[in-house]
Nanobody, 123 residues
């Protein structure tokens, strides 16, 4: 069973920053596109950023969030700056099922998920 583990969430004031991390012990990331999604209460899970052969961001986070990966450590990161209250959600990292580096922006394109980490931005 593939398990992804997110960390780095917390409570931050508007305008602040957080860095999320995602680890998958025993997995190889290099051949897969990876993504970050988020889900706020009562809302659908939405794409935030993805990294593979290309890097793609949701319009709502462009210029504020940066996704990166360290293949040697099997880690991906999400640096979140200029946070807004509307960024509050549970953030999930995900890995595509197939060995592809093509990023897609829909949850159905990803097979493996972490348990999520809560991000709360106060106004």
């Amino acid at each position: 069973q593939v398990q992804l583990v997110e960390s780095g969430g917390g409570l931050v004031q508007a305008g602040g920053s957080l860095r999320l991390s995602c680890a998958a012990p025993g997995l190889t990331f290099r051949s897969y596109a990876m993504g970050w999604f988020r889900q706020a209460p009562g809302k659908e899970r939405e794409f935030v950023a993805g990294i593979g052969d290309a890097i793609i961001y949701a319009d709502s986070v462009k210029g504020r969030f940066t996704i990166s990966r360290d293949n040697a450590k099997n880690m991906i990161y999400l640096q979140m700056n200029s946070l807004k209250p509307e960024d509050s959600a549970v953030y999930y990292c995900a890995r595509r099922a197939a060995s592809t580096r093509v990023v897609v922006d829909v949850p159905i394109g990803y097979q493996y998920w972490g348990q999520g980490t809560q991000v709360t931005v106060s106004s």
